[in-house]
């Protein structure tokens, strides 16, 4: 799921990430992976964003990965089949402190090939650099900082300055889920005080348990119909529910389209459905034929 935030935050504030990444606010667009005929793309985690002159290409990791040299080179060459013209840029960004030799690995060497791209380890990061961005704000906490529940109680503030209500939606669900990483979930409710704040802080929870009971009710299901079937029909209705708690915080339904797998329109589904039980008496007055 956190590749999940990060995808969605990068796409959503690409001059914020620009700013950061490439030290100027370029404004990228989404490039889709199906736009590079070759597969496989692991379009869960892998960012393309795409400008005139550049192509961005953004990995983020939780774990060292002894793949990535690999896969950044075969990205490389994918990108530049596609685009021959544009400049790429690449980089790796590492979430979680590791000492592994992995974290810093930059080149990619294979006889007379080698290929270098660029390497951010956060917990080596300026913390201020992420409260410069609403689109970085939720990285901050796992920056340079020494004190992540300050500088969490400091975003918290800035959040509440956002006068974009759907943008300060998006920045807090993501800053609860992602600082998860640094605090424990206790922390994170307590210094992130709005209603979606307190509903973000607890869906990591809230999702494991539904992946748990989904696959305890596919599985007992599928004693009778099928091991695969079951489990998807008791994921699905996991997922379904958890859409619909994170509705009722107004979260975006693009948000809650990259948090749970869902499709926009299975997203836009449910909030009619959703809003139709939570009013049943103005759903029955729209279905009864008005009296001549």
Known sequence: MIDNICKFLAETFPIDFASWLLGEPINFTKLEPSELS?????????????????????????????????RMTDYLLRLHRQFPDREIYQVVIYLTPSESPLVYETTFNLGGLSHQFNVIRLWEQPTEIFQQYQGL????TLSQTKNPEETLRQVARQIEQITDKQVQSNVAASTAIISGIALNKEIIQRLLRSEIMKESVIYQEILREGIAEGEAKGLAKGKAEGIAEGEAKGKTKERNQIAINMMHS???????????????????????????????????????????
């Open 250 to 292: 107004n979260i975006s339904v693009e948000l809650i389209a990259q948090f749970t797998g869902l499709t926009l329109k299975e997203v836009q589904k449910l909030q009619k459905i959703s809003a139709q039980k939570s009013n049943p008496q103005k759903s029955a007055k729209t279905k009864r034929s008005p009296k001549s």
């Open 137 to 140: 704000l939720p990285f901050a």
């Open 38 to 70: 070759v597969e496989p793309i692991r379009a869960d985690s892998v960012i393309f964003l795409k400008s005139l002159r550049m192509i961005l290409h953004i990995e983020f990791q939780t774990d060292p990965n002894k793949n990535i040299p690999f």
